[in-house]
């Protein structure tokens, strides 16, 4: 059994450790965006940022999934998405690119400041929040990241980012559901689901 001590160690590494991790990556993107003017990198890098600060800050949780799989994909659909790099690109798709990342860059980060607190990256019950972005699908923030990151490979199309990209997805998906199977256990979110049809694509999904 864990005593006061050493739960209080493993909270402060479960923050400090990922933050750290988003932190290196955002540092490379800004390099990248001082060197090449690329807005894409810096939006990516704003983007990302955010996540340091909530993670940092994320209240604590009423439960936790306890299976392998969900911390797999937790993990990994948030990790996947830091390897992708820059590339070269036209002005078109830069400027394409720079669109859809404003629009998702805000939008997503509209939903975090909504869920404040509330953020984390494995399958937990931190509160239902159901204001706000949240009105309008499940996982508002995903659906900004989709967007966000749609943008970010218009202007910087490769191989790698597109595989990146698909492999990420295949474990978003998977902790869209996952989160959504902890929530239920809520009646609060039970109600929410009552009211808001769609996960992630308004009319979609």
Not at 55 to 64: A, I
Not at 127 to 148: D, K, N
Request: with cysteine; glycine share 10%.
């Amino acid at each position: 059994m864990q005593g006061p001590f050493s739960q209080r160690v493993i909270s402060i590494l479960s923050r400090a450790v990922p933050a750290s991790y988003f932190a290196i990556a955002c540092l490379a993107f800004w390099n990248n965006f001082l060197r090449t003017g690329k807005w894409t990198s810096l939006f990516w890098m704003v983007s990302e940022g955010v996540v340091v600060v909530l993670l940092v800050f994320r209240r604590p949780t009423r439960s936790v999934s306890r299976r392998p799989w969900d911390w797999l994909a937790g993990i990994a659909g948030s990790f996947f998405v830091l390897m992708v790099r820059p590339t070269g690109g036209t002005a078109v798709a830069d400027a394409a690119g720079f669109a859809l990342q404003l629009f998702g860059t805000g939008f997503q980060l509209y939903g975090k400041i909504v869920l404040g607190r509330s953020f984390g990256i494995v399958a937990a019950n931190r509160g239902v929040v159901s204001s706000g972005p949240y009105r309008l699908v499940r996982h508002p923030i995903y659906l900004g990241y989709l967007v966000t990151h749609a943008g970010f490979l218009l202007s910087n199309t490769s191989v790698r980012n597109v595989a990146i990209y698909a492999a990420a997805y295949v474990f978003q998906f998977a902790r869209i559901h996952a989160e959504e199977r902890i929530l239920a256990q809520d009646g609060e979110y039970r109600e929410y689901l009552r009211s808001v049809r769609y996960r992630l694509i308004p009319g979609v999904y």
